[in-house]
């Protein structure tokens, strides 16, 4: 009997190991989009200024998504005062795995953090759509095969290639996880399923992961060094929904790596980034279900009011189990839905519907439900 409970309590342990080992479901609230880093061959004032312009357009693209954005001729003058936006900054030691820099001579990096509020206002100004904060979470199978070897990246396996990523998707702004290549994920998923591109397989391996979008790429180093690649990008919310594909080559495996982070930021952000009006804010009825206590009025109504797209959020009725919000917001109705789905807080529960009875009848009422 001993002996049994030995190996229950052995099972408990891994189970919640796999929990804790596993990352957060759904979407992420991304960090440091005000901040930019950029390589600098000394720490001289002259140097700061010179490239504190490169800095604000990496910033303007992780808050747009839009690698085109900081040529656009209507945000010339604003690119000129990147001085004047920022807030803070500091140097430090460039990382060791970009050697392509360090034969530059290029040791260190200036970390900028810059006015985000005055740069989304500038971006509004300028008519061009914001990537909300909320981010999906983005599930990378990479299947790797260098000379002989060949092999799956796994979470914590490799510190080159995962700091290579890591700078990648801080550059874009993306969500961006690694799985575990444990024994469950090996049970499902081989490296032929992911060097073949086989969707059904890959997106039930993915379940576990709890992600908004998957990843899938290959990667081949040629007999002359180079790397080639090919990259897919699969959402995980709809069954039916379309992928997209693209390729490339690499001289490095740094540049390989960020044709499939690039990729994957581009055809995201396309698909979520809403143009705010500056001048005009609609509002919206949204009625939350579930609301047993006044701690989950609490988390409901903090939620919303991290939305970017929302600019006010007001109580209209607070009944037995629900309460019906009025929101400003500063996008359209599809964007509102958007970014709440993004989040793991609240769940639609019908589809939008015009409203009677109350004095926004020439609004849209949506309903949610307040997960626990």
């Known amino acids: 009997m001993v002996t049994d409970w030995i190996k229950r309590c052995l099972g408990l342990i891994v189970v919640l190991q796999s929990m804790l080992l596993l990352p957060p479901a759904h979407a992420l609230e991304v960090e440091g989009l005000y901040q930019a880093k950029v390589p600098v061959l000394g720490q001289t004032r002259k140097e700061r200024l010179e490239v504190y312009p490169r800095a604000l357009a990496e910033v303007m693209v992780k808050l747009s998504g839009d690698r085109t954005v900081p040529a656009l001729p209507r945000l010339s003058g604003f690119m000129a005062r990147a001085v004047t936006l920022v807030q803070q900054f500091h140097y430090e030691e460039l990382s060791t795995t970009n050697q392509a820099l360090l034969e530059e ?91 073949g591109d086989f969707r059904q397989n890959i997106m ?77 804010a609609d509002r919206v009825l949204l009625t939350v279900t579930a609301v047993d206590d006044l701690a989950g009025y609490a988390r409901a109504m903090k939620y919303l009011e991290s939305l970017d797209i929302v600019t006010n959020v007001e109580v209209g009725k607070v009944l037995a189990d629900r309460v019906v919000f009025r929101l400003s917001i500063r996008g359209d109705e599809t964007g509102l839905e958007r970014a709440v789905s993004l989040g793991n807080t609240l769940l639609q529960s019908q589809d939008a519907v015009k409203t009677s009875g109350h004095d926004m009848a020439d609004g849209r009422s949506f309903v949610y439900q307040l997960l626990k």
């Open 105 to 195: 001579g290029y040791k260190r990096q200036l970390v900028v953090r810059f006015d985000g509020d005055a740069i989304s206002q500038a971006l509004i100004d300028a008519e061009v759509p914001l990537w909300v904060r909320t981010r999906s979470a983005v599930l990378l199978w990479l299947a790797i095969e260098d000379r002989e070897a060949r092999y799956l990246l796994a979470a914590n396996a490799s510190v080159e290639l995962e700091s290579h990523l890591k700078e990648q998707s801080a550059r874009r702004g993306l969500s961006l996880m690694l799985p575990l290549v444990d024994l469950e994920d090996q049970m499902s998923l081989d490296f032929a399923d992911v060097w």
């Open 204 to 280: 039930a391996a993915s379940q576990r992961y709890g992600v908004d979008a998957v990843l899938v790429g290959r990667l081949i180093r040629t007999p002359e060094g180079t790397w080639q690649t090919r990259w897919s990008l699969h959402q995980a919310s709809a069954v039916n929904a379309e992928s997209e594909y693209w390729s490339g080559e690499g001289n490095s495996q740094f540049e390989a790596l960020a044709l499939g982070v690039d990729g994957a930021a581009d055809y995201i952000s396309q698909r979520y980034a809403q143009l705010f009006s500056a001048t005009r």
